[in-house]
């Protein structure tokens, strides 16, 4: 059974920066390309970036690109989106999931990020 | 804004049938991604219920069904059941913007 654990959310400064993992089994990790995808409150989806199964090739939407930076450990099957410069247009419900083009077939539980003074 | 729209509500009567539209799609003829949909109950992640315009993935019951003609798609539910009550969302992929994009979603209510 696939499994996606998202963590490392909380509140932080406006200015400041994150760390979230997500924690993969089930599934051959180093094949799929991984994405993570945010919600902000009352609002609807927004992907915000994905990385290749080799980890070579990165992506980002527009709102993230050069604050955000998202990586993986195949030898552990996490994924990681590094978070700098945090706006309060930030704060969201961040899913980590599996696909990107093709769409995402499984999703993590979301972890909380809340951007404010 | 959202690339894609969706009406923001639909609703019906349990048993009924019910379409959830989806426009904007890429019109790049050399470059045409499939359109996938998701569901998403109150408080939780949303799930694939359609994926490639017209695929369920195994366990979805087939009164959930996606069509596609150009750069719109539809999603139709029959047979409406309370449990369907849920937030749903169309998704695709825009090659002029390099990334994926989703419609605002589409609230369904169940009378």
């Known amino acids: 059974e696939v499994q996606l654990l998202d963590s490392g959310g909380g509140l932080v400064q406006p200015g400041g920066s994150l760390r979230l993992s997500c924690a993969a089994s089930?599934?051959?990790?180093?094949?799929?390309?991984m994405s993570w995808v945010r919600q902000a409150p009352g609002k609807g989806l927004e992907w915000v970036s994905a990385?290749?199964?080799?980890?070579?090739?990165?992506y980002y939407a527009e709102s993230v690109k050069g604050r955000f930076t998202i990586s993986r450990d195949n030898s552990k099957n996490m994924v990681y989106l590094q978070m700098h410069s945090l706006r309060g247009d930030d704060t969201a419900v961040y899913y980590c999931?599996?696909?990107?083009?093709?769409?995402?077939?499984?999703w993590g539980q979301g972890t909380l990020v809340t951007v404010s003074s | 804004q959202s690339v894609l729209t969706q009406p923001p509500s639909v609703s019906g009567a349990p048993g009924q049938r019910v379409t959830i539209s989806c426009t904007g799609l890429?019109?790049?003829?050399?470059?045409?991604?499939?359109v996938h949909w998701y569901l998403q109950l109150e408080g939780t992640a949303p799930k694939l219920l359609i994926y490639?315009?017209?695929n369920r993935p195994s366990g979805v019951p087939n009164r959930f069904s996606g069509s596609r003609s150009g750069t719109s798609a539809s999603l139709a539910i029959t047979g409406l059941q309370a449990e369907d009550e849920a937030d749903y969302y169309c998704?695709?992929?825009?090659?002029?913007?390099?990334?994926?994009?989703f419609g605002g979603g589409t609230k369904l209510t169940v009378l």
């Open positions: 490639g315009n017209t």
């Open positions: 990385i290749s199964g080799s980890g070579v090739k990165t």
């Open positions: 890429s019109s790049n003829t050399e470059s045409i991604y499939d």
């Open positions: 998704q695709s992929y825009d090659s002029s913007l390099s990334g994926v994009v």
């Open positions: 999931a599996d696909g990107f083009r093709a769409g995402f077939d499984n």
């Open positions: 089930g599934f051959t990790f180093d094949t799929y390309v």
